[in-house]
């Protein structure tokens, strides 16, 4: 799926509240460095890949691979 920026935006919110809830449970948009995140949007990766790579969660991933 094609996203825009503020597509892409609303869903890694989304992704964040839904997924870490217990240590962050209430994240906005206007909390987020969107400047450290435009970089994961520019190289096409979903908002899921983008949550993942920002929380290590991909890393994790990888080592137990």
Known sequence: MLYSWFQWRA???AI?????SHVL?????????W???????????SPQAAVDSAF????RRSLCA
């Open 11 to 13: 869903s890694v919110v």
């Open 35 to 45: 400047d450290a995140w435009r970089p994961l949007f520019e190289e096409g990766r």
């Open 56 to 59: 290590m969660r991909d890393l």
């Open 16 to 20: 964040i509240q839904y997924d870490f």
């Open 25 to 33: 449970p209430d994240i906005t948009d206007k909390d987020i460095d």
